[in-house]
Each structure stands twice: as structure tokens, then as C-alpha cells.
């Protein structure tokens, strides 16, 4: 586990946040894609957590979550985990972690009893991601399946659960 060697306050996003949030999207990633993405799911998904990491009162980091459908079972509360974004000065402090830590909570408190991820398969198992290969959960899209993740907030959640996971149709927005 990542050693916490500043001491970032994480809050809920404010709209005077929106255009810092989405200079921390560009900054981090490759293409725009995320930061539109977080743009496009804040006006179309319900409910999201969208959550910043502030450090002398600069924004740091961010995270995002919004609601992902299993096929056949409207009645399963899953969020999707994406983007979470650190600014390169201020990785590898911490920041990232306390933000997926945050954000779980604030997804457990809404009542969703699972968050799944897309993401880096040496990252997210630390906070108690499991590959979803070992479950019957496929994501819609075509990713190495060391790659999709979940994590169940409610034991036994998922348990037995089989279906294709897909994401908000903002997700496909290019
Ligand atoms: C991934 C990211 C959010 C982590 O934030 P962070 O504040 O550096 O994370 P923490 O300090 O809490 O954790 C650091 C750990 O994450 C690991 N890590 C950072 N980036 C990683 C990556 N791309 N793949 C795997 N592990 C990574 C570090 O090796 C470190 O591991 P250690 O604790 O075993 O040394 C940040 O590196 C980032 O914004 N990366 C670019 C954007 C990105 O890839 N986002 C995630 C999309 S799934």
C-alpha cells in the first residue's frame, strides 16, 4: 500500500470545480477523451460521485463514478469506477488511493452494492478489486480480462451473478 506523504482533502465536486476538473483530465490523459467523457456523464448519468483531491487548496485529483447496467438484471445497483486522474507532480503520494478510498464510501453510502473498473490490474486490487474473470461479469468491451475488476460494498453482492456489463451510452461518444 502507498505510503500518504501529503495530506489531501477529498470532497465532492462544486460547479465552480467543472473547468479544473476538466484541466486535470487533459493534463493527465493522452487524448481529451476523459475529460469530455466526465463533461458528457455529468449532463446524462444519474446519479454520478465525481470527487477532487485538494491539496493547498489547488486540485490535484479527481475521480468519477457512474451507474453500469448487467444484462438481465435491472435490479443490481452497480457503479462503474472512471476516470480517476492525479496530476503527474503529485502521484505516487497517496492521492489516488484516498481518492478510490473516498469515492467507494460515498458509492456505498448511495446504496450501490458493487463498483467495477477498466483500469491497471496491479492498481485496483489494493483497495480489494478482484479480476471479474473469476466471476460470471464480462464487460461489453473487448479488454484483456485481467483488466475488468470488481469489488462488491454489500458481501456477496455479485455472487453468482452472470451477465455482460455495459457502461453509459456516453461511453461510446467519441
Ligand atoms: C493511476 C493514478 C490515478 C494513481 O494515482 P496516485 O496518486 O499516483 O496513486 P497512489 O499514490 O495512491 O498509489 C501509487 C501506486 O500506484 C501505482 N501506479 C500508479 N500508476 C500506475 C499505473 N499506471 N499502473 C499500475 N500502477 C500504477 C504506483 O506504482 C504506486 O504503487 P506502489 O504503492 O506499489 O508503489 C495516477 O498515477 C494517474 O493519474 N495516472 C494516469 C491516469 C491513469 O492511468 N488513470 C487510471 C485509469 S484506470
Redesign the pocket.
Known sequence: ??KLTLDPVIRAEQPEDFPTIRAVNLA??PTPFEADLVDRLRQRAQPTVSQVAVVDDTIV?HIFFSPVHISKRDDLKVMGL?????LPA???????????RSGLAVCQALGYGAVV????P??YP?FGFVPTARTGLRCVYDVPVEAFMMLELQPGYLQDVQGIVTYHPAFDDV
Not at 473498473?117 to 491497471?120: A, E, R
Open positions: 500500500m502507498s493527465v490523459f485529483g472512471a476516470p480517476t486522474a492525479v503529485y502521484q505516487r503520494q497517496g492521492i489516488g488511493s484516498a481518492l478510490v473498473v477498466l483500469g491497471h496491479s492498481y489494493r
